[in-house]
């Protein structure tokens, strides 16, 4: 079934939503990113489980929910078509490994349990469609050093990066489409 599952992920701001909104118009089933989910619910309810508050908590729920999510898609997946996932589970690990947290037992376990397709999809940074909102506060080179840590991250747990080239939307699906072929 993992062979299916393929990550879609960089640092922020690199395109990712945009590139997957497509897919979905393509009819691929795509999993929403749960970083982003989690920082809206956060500052919805006032919370404290924010990358800017509390890293702790934030990772906790970030490794759960995806977890939850994979494990969700599993149910829901017919074993035929390719998914795409906004991030995977590996991209917690690269998060905790940012913010100097430990990487515990529990987030080993999940990681090597819970595995996509060998083939990740990265986004570089692109700096002419780079922005901050609400729930992106990033600053430039912060998003440089998470993509950085997101090649070491995936390549540690033995998935193979394939950059997908900046260039527009439509160019960038086909590629993708062309590498799961």
Same mark, same amino acid.
């Given at each position: ?11 922020p ?20 990113e ?36 994979y ?27 940012? +913010? &100097? ?6 987030m %080993?376990?999940? !990681?090597?349990? *819970?595995?996509?397709?060998? #083939? ?11 922005? +901050? &909102? ?6 430039? %080179?912060?998003? !440089?050093?998470? *993509?950085?840590?997101?090649? #070491? ?18 160019n ?10």
């Amino acid at each position: 079934m993992p062979d299916h599952f393929y990550v879609i992920t960089g640092g922020p701001g690199v395109g990712k939503t945009t590139l997957l909104e497509a897919l979905k118009q393509q009819g691929y089933l795509c999993i929403p990113e749960i970083a982003r989910e989690i920082i809206h619910e956060q500052i919805q309810q006032n919370g404290t489980a924010l990358p800017w508050k509390d890293y702790a908590l934030y990772t906790r729920l970030m490794l759960e929910r995806s977890v939850n999510s994979y494990c969700d898609t599993i149910q829901i997946y017919n074993g035929t078509e390719p998914v795409f996932f906004d991030r995977g589970i590996p991209d917690t690990l690269c998060y905790a490994s940012l +913010t &100097d947290q430990p990487i515990t037992e529990t987030m %080993e376990r999940f !990681i090597n349990q *819970y595995r996509y397709n060998t #083939k990740v999809f990265m986004l570089p940074p692109w700096k002419a469609i780079y922005h +901050t &909102d609400t729930e992106r506060k990033q600053n430039w %080179e912060e998003a !440089i050093a998470t *993509y950085e840590q997101m090649i #070491k991250t995936y390549q540690q747990y033995g998935y193979q990066i394939i950059e997908i080239p900046k260039d527009s939307v439509q160019n960038r699906l086909a590629f993708i489409l062309h590498h799961i072929s």
